[in-house]
Nanobody, 116 residues
Framework: VQLVESGGGLVQPGESLRLSCAAS????????MSWYRQAPGKERDLVAV????GEITNYEDSVTISRDNVKNTVSLQITNLKPDDTGVYYC??????????????WGQGTQVTVSS
């Protein structure tokens, strides 16, 4: 199983980013896919979920998750970035998203830094 995140970087407040996670080694369409953010010194927080059923939940107004079951990718669009959005963004795959932190697969993360 491999999850590889990309798209992070240093951006200025108000800009947008699109993060991507490429998945391999498992049946992608059978898994719920989630994005988490871990800010410096804080716990990993759930940001958005794209369930295998097609149901989408974005837990913040500035984020939009999407998945492509053909390309086996999940993306996270973040708009109007703020310094509080700074952190490492992780992709998670789990058969049930609510169990993701316990038994899901994790990528290595991609760093997003929002600073002027």
């Amino acid at each position: 199983v491999q999850l590889v995140e990309s798209g992070g970087g240093l951006v200025q407040p108000g800009e947008s980013l699109r993060l991507s996670c490429a998945a391999s080694g498992f049946t992608f369409r059978g898994y719920d896919m989630s994005w988490y953010r871990q800010a410096p010194g804080k716990e990993r927080d759930l940001v958005a979920v794209a369930q295998k059923s097609g149901e989408i939940t974005n837990y913040e107004d500035s984020v939009t998750i999407s998945r492509d079951n053909v390309k086996n990718t999940v993306s996270l669009q973040i708009t109007n970035l703020k310094p509080d959005d700074t952190g490492v963004y992780y992709c998670n795959a789990a058969q049930s998203w609510n169990l993701g932190p316990l038994i899901g697969y994790w990528g290595q993360g991609t760093q997003v830094t929002v600073s002027s």
